[in-house]
Nanobody, 119 residues
Framework: QVQLVESGGGLVQAGGSLRLSCAAS????????MGWFRQAPGKEREFVAD????????YYADSVKGRFTISRDKSKNTMYLQMNSLKPEDTAVYSC????????????WGQGTQVTVSS
């Protein structure tokens, strides 16, 4: 069984920063890309950013471009999301996910971590 464990969430004031981590454990699994998604209360889950595991190519939602940075440490089997200049509208549960192949849907195996940005 694969586990993705998110951590690093919390309460921060607008303009502040947080760094989220997503640690993978369990059986070996195919990993083409990993991504961060978020879901605010009463809203649908939305894409935040993703990174190809091998080459490190990144892609961001327009709403976070220039403020968030996605990265990965292959030796630690961990992905990160550095979030700067946080806004109240960034408040959500952030989840990480895995895509096993190009074009394949992301698979969610974690519980998520809550990020709350106060104004």
């Amino acid at each position: 069984q694969v586990q993705l464990v998110e951590s690093g969430g919390g309460l921060v004031q607008a303009g502040g920063s947080l760094r989220l981590s997503c640690a993978a454990s369990g059986r070996t699994f195919r990993r083409y890309a990993m991504g961060w998604f978020r879901q605010a209360p009463g809203k649908e889950r939305e894409f935040v950013a993703d990174i190809t595991w091998s080459g490190g190519s990144t892609y961001y939602a327009d709403s976070v471009k220039g403020r968030f940075t996605i990265s990965r440490d292959k030796s630690k089997n961990t992905m990160y999301l550095q979030m700067n200049s946080l806004k109240p509208e960034d408040t959500a549960v952030y989840s990480c996910a895995n895509s096993p192949a190009p074009g394949a849907a992301f698979e969610f195996w974690g519980q998520g971590t809550q990020v709350t940005v106060s104004s």
